[in-house]
């Protein structure tokens, strides 16, 4: 299939679509949050490719200080004014994760949930983040898993690849980390739920002229957000895995 994403399925900026906010992302950015806090070195983060901001959100009520960027200057905006007088600071800036313009070694923490997978030059954007990230800082990654995966969704989200493992632990040390850890995970709720579930819906939703539906009802979406709590009991494991979560330390003193 050579069709782009925006030609098969209507532009969108990526983070944008409703679609993308349900029970799997909460409990992917909860896993975040595990990972991160427990290792930070300092306060200041890095949140590359903020999207609408849910993560800077849950970032700033865990007490750090975060800089949000992303490259649609819509979603900035947008975030922005929602973090206007309640968040100290709080900064959103537009710009290119490839190419921040930001200061060298600025940040003890990056952040860059579900972001390398759009971008064409991924290990450019891992030497961009390594470049402001402390020595001894905290890199963490998510992508999603499995490049035998790759059907329409993944089209339509606007992801160039999905990632083997050892594919994205070689492009971090690449990018001069040290101490890289990848894990899967998802498994193995979250993949039936993205198999049986959530491409059927989203499948249903884009078939309709008139747009999107309604959200599930509330009581569904927290009772499939409770169950998928159960695939941390597999956390590590990648075979069968729906997504990547890596951790690293920037190299250096």
Not at 63 to 77: F, P, Q
Request: glycine letters at 12%.
């Amino acid at each position: 299939m050579s069709c782009s994403p925006q030609t098969a399925f209507g532009a969108h900026d990526w983070g944008s679509a409703p679609e993308l906010y349900g029970p799997r992302h909460d409990y992917r950015e909860a896993l975040i949050l595990r990972r991160l806090l427990p290792r930070l070195p300092g306060p200041q983060v890095l949140n590359a490719g903020a999207g609408a901001g849910s993560l800077t959100h849950r970032l700033l009520r865990a007490g750090c200080a975060v800089t949000s960027i992303d490259a649609s200057g819509e979603l900035c905006r947008r975030l922005a004014a929602e973090l206007a007088g309640t968040a100290a600071g709080a900064r959103v800036l537009r710009c290119d994760v490839v190419d921040t313009g930001l200061p060298d070694r600025a940040f003890d923490g990056v952040v860059c949930a579900e972001v390398l997978e759009h971008l064409a030059d991924d290990r450019a954007a891992l030497t961009e983040l390594a470049r402001v990230l402390r020595p001894g800082g905290l890199l963490l990654v998510t992508v999603p898993a499995g490049p035998f995966r790759y059907d329409w969704v993944d089209l339509w989200a606007g992801h160039l690849r999905r990632y083997e493992p050892s594919d994205l632990a070689g492009k971090i040390t690449g990018a001069g980390f040290g101490a890289v850890e990848v894990d899967g995970w998802g498994f193995p709720l979250s993949a039936a739920y993205h198999r049986w579930v959530y491409r059927p819906a989203l499948r249903r939703r884009l078939a309709r002229a008139r747009g999107p539906g309604g959200a599930p009802p509330r009581a569904a979406r927290t009772a499939v957000r409770a169950a998928l709590e159960l695939d941390s009991l597999f956390l590590g494991r990648t075979r069968g895995a729906l997504g990547l979560i890596a951790t690293a330390r920037r190299a250096g003193s």
